[in-house]
């Protein structure tokens, strides 16, 4: 059997066992997309409930203005998204890693650059996860809980024992979602080996059975109980 990880974004009050330091989320910040990012995203308006405006996908390549000119080895963003500088591009594709595709990222602006110019900042790509994890084993909880048929929205039950992977419906990818969770990063044993290996900064991983449901109402109950 396979072990997996999720990559993701450090937080301050958190305890990372396996890899990350909290003190990362206040030494690097996190990015902001610019005005025509946000206006770029179309919204989502459903015929019948107007609960479930939302907004749709980004179509855009990112552009975003950074904290400080502090760079990790990975930049995320407030929505979630995954930078990576070239060096951990170039680790990525040297060993070979799959199920990911990357997007130009353009930097517009840098909180306080002070005497440092643009041009000195990294070159930024964000990490586009392709590869499919399927439906998460029942035993995680995860399940449909919602569909609306007139406008699409399907809500996802929590996870209640981290995410569990049916290897089964897993496309073998080294970097992948499972359905309902599409900002979850899981990635393989060989990902989590390279980073720690590396020592690459700004990025935690989390073993995908131990994730814990943050302190956050679950789906399963505003929309069991309301039955909408
Ligand atoms: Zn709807």
């Known amino acids: 059997m396979n072990s997996f990880y999720e990559l993701g974004t450090p937080y301050g009050d ?3 066992e396996l890899y990350g330091r909290p003190e990362w989320e206040e ?3 996190r990015a902001e997309w610019t005005d025509a990012v946000h206006d770029s995203v179309p919204g989502i308006v459903c015929p019948v409930n107007p609960g479930h ?6 179509t855009m390549d990112l552009h975003i203005i950074l904290s400080s000119p502090r760079v990790g080895d990975f930049v995320w963003t407030w929505q979630s998204e995954c930078l990576i500088t070239d060096r951990v591009l170039d680790l990525f594709q040297q060993a070979g890693l799959t199920g990911f595709e990357i997007r130009p990222v353009v930097v517009e602006k840098v909180k306080r650059l002070g005497k440092r110019r643009l041009e000195e900042i990294p070159r930024l790509w964000e990490l586009v996860v392709t ?8 035993e995680s909880g995860i399940g449909v809980i919602y569909r609306c048929e007139a ?3 399907v809500r996802y039950s929590s996870y209640q024992n981290g995410i569990l992977v049916d290897e089964q419906q897993w496309d073998r990818s080294d970097f992948f ?3 309902g969770y599409p900002k979850y990063i899981l990635v393989t044993e060989r990902v989590k080996d ?3 290996a590396h020592r690459l900064t700004n990025c935690v991983l989390i073993p995908a059975e131990a994730l814990r449901w943050p302190d956050m109402p679950r789906p399963e109950d505003m929309y069991l109980i309301k039955g909408k």
């Open 194 to 196: 390279l980073i720690i």
């Open 177 to 179: 979602t499972v359905n």
């Open 53 to 58: 405006r939302r907004a749709g996908d980004r």
């Open 151 to 153: 406008c699409g929205m």
């Open 14 to 16: 958190e305890k990372y």
């Open 131 to 138: 590869g499919k994890g399927g439906d998460a084993r029942p």
């Open 27 to 29: 030494e690097f910040g």
